[in-house]
T-cell receptor
Framework: DADVTQTPRNRITKTGKRIMLECSQTKGHDRMYWYRQDPGLGLQLIYYSFDVKDINKGEISDGYSVSRQAQAKFSLSLESAIPNQTALYFC???????????FGPGTRLTVL | AQSVTQLDSHVSVSEGTPVLLRCNYSSSYSPSLFWYVQHPNKGLQLLLKYTSAATLVKGINGFEAEFKKSETSFHLTKPSAHMSDAAEYFCVVTPKAAGNKLTFGGGTRVLVKP
């Protein structure tokens, strides 16, 4: 089984709808991250969490919110989706310190 | 502040020839640097990382990268490309004081011709 899982893997929705993307991990890491990927821009950090009680905004948090339900679960919500939120979304986890991040397989979101 | 510039958005090589992916960075602090690979429809996988030990870093699948502080570069190389190396590659920087917040380059897409 994969260490970092994301659901759904693909989602098509309409402008104005509320969407939740979910991430679960079995690596036992405290730190979790949400990124979005757009062509030519690499990955941009949306939100990150260093433990269950710690939530921080990343570079592009406007229009997004997150919830850290448990050490192993970190959800990303789009309260009212808009077309320019169409992107590939990745969840990642890491241990403390300067360590590699482990990425989930991604969720492809299309907002019509 | 920190930033990463990958100098080539696309690189095309023939199978069996060397691969060079160029990366320049800027960082206010002493950085840690990573290269990740993303195969089509897959998540990102770590190729290698530099965290202030040896400046020549060896990674998986025959890749290596050299940290050059004077040139603020961290170029990725492989002596002989394989068809399975076709993917997108990301150079990533994080200052050691930033709590593992990564800054990604725009990516380099590698095409390997038979």
């Amino acid at each position: 089984d994969a260490d970092v899982t994301q659901t759904p893997r693909n989602r098509i929705t309409k402008t104005g709808k509320r969407i939740m993307l979910e991430c679960s991990q079995t690596k036992g890491h405290d730190r979790m991250y949400w990124y979005r990927q757009d062509p030519g821009l690499g990955l941009q950090l949306i939100y990150y969490s260093f433990d269950v009680k710690d939530i921080n905004k990343g570079e592009i948090s406007d229009g997004y919110s997150v919830s850290r339900q448990a050490q192993a679960k970190f959800s990303l919500s789009l309260e009212s989706a808009i077309p320019n939120q169409t992107a590939l979304y990745f969840c990642a986890t890491s241990e403390g310190g300067i360590n590699e991040q482990f990425f989930g397989p991604g969720t492809r979101l299309t907002v019509l | 502040a920190q930033s990463v510039t990958q100098l080539d958005s696309h690189v095309s090589v023939s199978e069996g020839t060397p691969v060079l992916l160029r990366c320049n960075y800027s960082s206010s602090y002493s950085p840690s640097l990573f290269w990740y690979v993303q195969h089509p429809n897959k998540g990102l996988q770590l190729l290698l990382k530099y965290t202030s030990a040896a400046t020549l870093v060896k990674g998986i699948n025959g890749f290596e990268a050299e940290f050059k502080k004077s040139e603020t570069s961290f170029h990725l190389t492989k002596p002989s490309a394989h068809m399975s190396d076709a993917a997108e590659y990301f150079c990533v920087v994080t200052p050691k004081a930033a709590g593992n917040k990564l800054t990604f380059g725009g990516g380099t897409r590698v095409l390997v011709k038979p």
